[in-house]
């Protein structure tokens, strides 16, 4: 990969000028005194947790803010001032001199209108060109951004492509009318990491050869820290630190972005309680084969057509020894989900077992599956989702323990209390709903609640994925020590390979049902075997510099 | 971006549901129709039976402030008494569907399969004839009278509650907290109970009031017809079509109760409205 942009380009008039803005929803200040700029074809990265204003900033500068927001401070474009400018006005601005881009491409796309069409639209609007001129150039932009045959994409719907697609049809759209300034707002969060990659290559392309300037918004460091030559943190609307790539990544000057580097995945390792592995196996998956029929519409059942089932899981053998922690890798749709939930009885396997301690899974059945329930327990990942949202956290905690009978309701409610505390929530949180809590302190309760059980074996399927970097720190931190307190037995499943090699003894990679690399986790992460590992190594956005080594992580 | 923003909001501000007006009106129309029936005897000047020849027809006045009817009973006490029946009314007629519907749409949804799909081409089938067509046929079937009339109900009825339930328990199945449920060993009778049902029931209510207008019209509309309750019970829709004979000359025989059960209806109506949108501004809260 390339290092940032040479600082030369930032001499001269900034592109964008933000002075002192704050904006006000009712009562609520969202954003206090921002100033930063922007130089002409230069990629700034503008970081920050949710919730800390970095999409709001852009909004404002687009003037995208809903009516009910009050903006005061100045923002200029090329040395206009765009405060008061009236509708018409700012149409004639966005989309041809400021292009934006948006997480998700699926829901800022037009289901019903082919793409090459949306494409050709903002050109046929701004640059007045006629209807088959602008198509054609449609078809010249898709090229431009890696589509092949894009001839023929240009004629299909949004929901034909996938994920990355959309992505650069979107990417497409924005740079059409050859704006000068680009505000990508986490273009890449919602696509695989090997997506992210290319996408990123993109966007360093377009303004290497079209000097198009991008503010690019990220809660994720190592992809700013990657393309951008200067970065802004900002925290509770406010910018708390700004400067070069370089001297924010190495030499952070402000303890909340020490706090936000350090919390990036892969830059702690956490050893903490991991165990010898032993000969026997605790748990053994041999040859499991998972499918999903396949569904039959009305014309298949007449012609008495049988439908072809969907190996979720095709020939998967892992073992996983006592008070091991394993990870398993993979893109979406690899069938980590579906291992997980196999193992926990929610699947049943075409072929092939699943062992605990030696005995099969698949035939329990009475109080043998209850043994099953209480020596293995998943924590999910949707922290919303998976707590039930008319209890209380301490009633989700301590309802397994007395309807398994291992205390009445009152002593349940006792020791929920004190998983409470394990898991790092405060006494109060307690009597709190879900939709109360934050999304770290659902986790947790998730975390105790699965633990009230005493499992030996704690499946956690991406339970940080919808969570900030520093309060998936924070969770990873909690796991670890639980994990050694308790001895427990983890099997870690995420998309993120740094998570997972920071964390756990032995990887996994899933690729279409199968495995396709398997080892220790420092050995995947620097020598990866097989073509595909390699590629999601190399797609990894690491900060630069060595991973900070700590043997254990006490607390 | 995650969603830890999401309860970056005050929670205490949460906690506080601004009411809608509709519901505050409502509520008080049905919880005010709800005491008088409930103290009738009480509240009610007459006896609502008491025959009195002599004082037949009488206009409005202040001892008779809603006028008495042609054999000269009070008719004020009467539309009190009216509301006894026809609330009663409203919750036979809507308990039993609602309790059928529920068990049944809770288990096709959570459950699935063919049970399922026969159930569902049954509500089609249902759903496919107009909902008084299909209770006066099943009445005419089984003989006037308000029992006949609640059996009827209950048969046409259920199928909405079913859909209505299953749909959100297909919803709620696949959520992480029940598979967190099932993942815990509980009992298929727990998880359902415990975690399924409250999490599916809030339409189920906000639709079950808007039903007891229905199915008070249909009473009262049933009464009218003579196929529902029968004089001289002092049903409103009774009342009606008594009254109905003597519009010319003593018009307040039947407007009154008519007027009631306007009200009833709007109130139950609004009331319905309401909870839904309760509902529906607490989802995307």
């Known amino acids: ?555 | 971006m995650s969603i830890e923003a999401v309860p970056a909001s005050d929670p205490i501000k949460q906690a506080a549901v601004v009411l809608p007006w509709s519901i505050v009106v409502a509520g008080s129309i049905v919880g005010l129709w709800i005491i008088l029936a409930l103290f009738a005897p009480v509240v009610a000047p007459y006896d609502p039976t008491a025959v009195d020849i002599a004082n037949a027809l009488k206009a409005p006045s202040v001892a008779h402030w809603f006028g008495t009817d042609q054999v000269g009973r009070d008719v004020l006490s009467r539309v009190i008494h009216g509301a006894r029946i026809d609330l009663l009314m409203c919750l036979a007629g809507v308990l039993p569907p609602l309790l059928i519907g529920t068990t049944v749409g809770l288990l096709s949804g959570y459950y699935g399969g063919t049970v399922d799909t026969l159930l569902m081409r049954l509500y089609d089938l249902t759903a496919a004839f107009p909902f008084f067509v299909l209770v006066l046929a099943i009445v005419g079937v089984l003989g006037p009278g308000l029992l006949n009339f609640f059996i009827a109900l209950a048969v046409v009825g259920w199928v909405t509650y079913a859909r209505l339930v299953r749909a959100e328990v297909m919803a709620i199945r696949d959520s992480e907290y029940v598979q967190a449920a099932q993942c815990l060993g509980y009992s298929d009778r727990v998880v359902l109970l415990r975690h399924v049902l409250p999490n599916a029931f809030g339409p189920v209510v906000a639709y079950a009031v808007s039903d007891a207008v229905l199915v008070m019209l249909a009473g009262a509309s049933f009464g009218f017809l003579g196929m529902g309750a029968q004089p001289p019970l002092a049903e409103w829709g009774v009342m009606i079509s008594d009254g109905s004979r003597y519009i010319r000359q003593a018009w307040w025989i039947c407007t009154f109760p008519g007027l009631a059960a306007i009200s009833l209806g709007l109130g139950l109506a609004f009331l319905g409205d309401g909870l839904g949108q309760l509902r529906r501004g607490q989802v995307s809260a």
């Not at chain 1, 704050?22 to 949710?50: D, Y």
Request: with cysteine; glycine share 8%; net charge positive.
């Open chain 1, 1 to 555: 990969m390339n290092g940032p942009l040479a600082p030369s380009v930032m001499a001269g008039r900034p592109l964008l000028d933000i002075a002192d803005v704050s904006v006000t929803f009712g009562n609520t200040r969202v954003l206090k005194n921002v100033s930063f700029q922007i130089m002409p074809g230069e990629i700034v990265g503008i970081a920050g947790e949710s919730g800390s204003g970095k999409s709001t900033i852009c909004r404002a500068a687009m003037g995208l803010l809903p009516s009910t927001a009050e903006v005061t401070g100045e923002v200029c474009f090329d040395d206009q001032a765009l405060q008061g400018l009236g509708e018409a006005e700012w149409m004639k601005l966005r989309g041809r001199d400021m292009a934006m881009i948006f997480q998700n491409p699926a829901s800022h796309l037009n289901p019903l209108q082919k793409v090459g069409k949306q494409i050709a639209q903002p050109m046929i609007r701004h640059l007045g060109l006629s209807g088959s001129e602008a198509r054609e150039r449609a078809v010249k932009l898709l090229e431009d951004v890696g589509i092949r045959e894009p001839a023929m994409r240009a004629k299909s719907y949004p929901h034909e492509l996938s994920g990355g697609m959309k992505q650069r049809v979107m990417i497409a759209a924005a740079i059409s009318c050859a704006p000068r300034l680009l505000i990508a707002d986490e273009p890449t969060t919602a696509l695989d990491v090997t997506v992210q990659a290319k996408i990123l290559e993109l966007l360093k392309d377009l303004n290497r050869q079209r000097g198009l300037a991008i503010a690019l918004i990220s809660h994720d460091l190592g992809v700013l820290a990657d393309i951008c030559s200067r970065i802004i943190v900002m925290r509770h609307g406010q910018i708390v630190e700004q400067g070069e790539a370089g001297q924010i990544i190495d030499a952070p000057q402000h303890p909340y972005t020490r706090l936000l580097v350090d919390s990036q995945p892969g830059r702690k390792q956490f050893k903490a309680g991991w165990a010898q592995t032993e000969e026997t196996p605790l748990l053994q998956v041999e040859g499991l084969r998972v499918l999903f029929p396949a569904k039959r519409d009305i014309v298949d059942i007449f012609r008495n057509r049988k439908a072809m089932p969907f190996a979720a899981l095709d020939g998967v053998d892992l073992a996983v020894s006592a008070g091991e922690t394993v990870g398993i890798v993979g893109e979406s749709g690899s069938g980590k989900s579906t291992l997980a939930r196999t193992i926990i009885r929610q699947n049943r396997a075409a072929s092939g077992t699943v062992k605990l301690g030696g005995r099969p899974i698949e035939r329990l059945a009475g109080r043998e599956l209850l043994e099953l329930r209480r020596r293995v327990q998943m924590v999910f990942q949707n922290p919303y989702d998976s707590l039930n949202p008319r209890m209380t956290a301490l009633e989700t905690i301590a309802e397994p323990i007395w309807r398994h009978g291992m205390a009445d309701r009152r002593e349940a409610l006792n020791q929920a209390s004190k998983l409470l505390d394990m898991v790092e929530l405060p006494a109060a949180l307690g009597e709190r709903k879900p939709r109360q809590l934050s999304g770290g302190q659902c986790q947790r309760v998730g975390i105790a609640r699965a633990l009230a059980l005493q499992p030996q074996v704690l499946i956690a399927d991406e339970i940080t994925s919808a969570l900030d970097v520093t309060t998936q720190a924070q969770i990873l931190e909690l796991l670890a020590r639980l994990r050694r307190e308790r001895a427990l037995t983890l099997i870690y499943i995420s998309h993120d390979l740094s998570v997972v090699s920071s964390f756990c003894q032995r990887v996994y990679v899933f690729r279409s049902g199968r495995i396709v690399e398997q080892g220790a986790a420092a050995k995947v992460l620097t020598n990866p075997q097989e073509a595909y590992t390699q590629e999601l190594v190399a797609s990894l956005h690491r900060l630069p510099g060595h991973v900070v080594e700590r043997e254990n992580i006490e607390r």
